[in-house]
Structures are given as structure tokens and as C-alpha cells.
């Protein structure tokens, strides 16, 4: 099920032909996208791949599944970008941005204290001369692949 209104489910319901960016890695539940307007790269966000409006809505797969991919995707930004901790955050409160969805983020040793914690979301306001752009996204999602295919991780070609 999808709404017409959401953000993630406009991207779910032409998933076939999404980027790279838009579509990390996925399973039957969830789907792995790059964050836009991120300063960071390696900036991930974890969506169910069907409308679900509130943590406690998930399926017992669904949950089951989550843990697994919230570690699986912290292992893999350490190994790909060197990461010195991960940031695991969900509100969808935003306007068009009610489904459910987990930020992923890469602490990096050299982040400025004015962004570690909840600072980090600064960084997806910044100009768009910050911000990473699509086909360095891309880059990056293509080697999350490779690291989560390398490590028998199913829908990372």
C-alpha cells in the first residue's frame, strides 16, 4: 500500500527505475536511499517499502528486520567511510515526510561539536554548494553495494 502524498512512496512506486542513490540496497520490507540535500556523504535513510505512519505499525517482519539492517548498515559506513560512529534517528514529522523512515548517519572523528547529536541536521540545510551531489550519492551507494554484496547481503548487486 502507498499514498499518493508521501515522499517515500512516490520513489516506491517507480522503484524499478531508480538510481543507485535512491535505492541503496533493499529487502521485501525495507528499501535503503541516500539522503538529498545532505552534506554528508553516506548520509542513509532506512524506509519501509509500504506506508507505515508510526513505529508501532511495523509487521513483526518488518521490526524483525529492522535491528538487522540499522547494525548491518552502521558496519557498512564504518567500513566505507571510515566513520568513527553512527547516528540512528527517526521522527517523520515533516510535511509530506509522515512515513516512517530511520536516518543512518556517519559520525565522522572530525565532525564540528556544533553538529554531533541532534546538530547533525543542520547539515541537510545547508547550500546547495554543500550539499552532495547526485552522482557522488550515486558513487557512494555503489560501493555501500559492493560491501554489503561482499558480505551476503541479499538485493546488493
Not at 13 to 22: Q, S, Y
Not at 40 to 62: K, M, Q, Y
Request: aromatic residues 8%.
Amino acid at each position: 500500500m502507498t499514498t499518493p502524498d508521501c515522499y517515500a512512496c512516490s520513489k516506491e512506486a517507480e522503484f524499478d527505475a531508480l538510481p543507485p542513490r535512491e535505492c541503496v540496497v533493499h529487502d521485501e520490507h525495507w528499501r535503503v536511499a541516500h539522503a538529498f540535500n545532505s552534506a554528508v556523504p553516506g548520509w542513509l535513510v532506512l524506509l519501509p517499502r509500504r506506508h507505515v505512519a508510526a513505529v508501532h505499525d511495523l509487521t513483526d517482519a518488518e521490526a524483525s528486520a529492522l535491528g538487522m539492517w540499522q547494525v548491518t548498515l552502521s558496519r557498512a559506513l564504518r567500513s566505507v567511510t571510515g566513520c568513527t560512529k553512527t547516528y540512528v534517528v527517526q521522527f517523520a514529522e515533516a510535511e509530506g515526510f509522515a512515513h516512517v523512515h530511520f536516518h543512518i548517519v556517519p559520525r565522522m572523528a572530525d565532525l564540528q561539536p556544533e553538529h554531533r547529536g541532534p546538530g547533525v541536521f543542520e547539515l541537510l540545510r545547508r547550500p546547495e554548494q554543500e550539499r552532495v551531489a547526485a552522482s557522488c550519492a550515486d558513487r557512494v551507494a555503489q560501493f555501500l553495494r559492493a560491501h554489503l554484496h561482499l558480505q551476503g547481503r541479499p538485493n546488493a548487486q
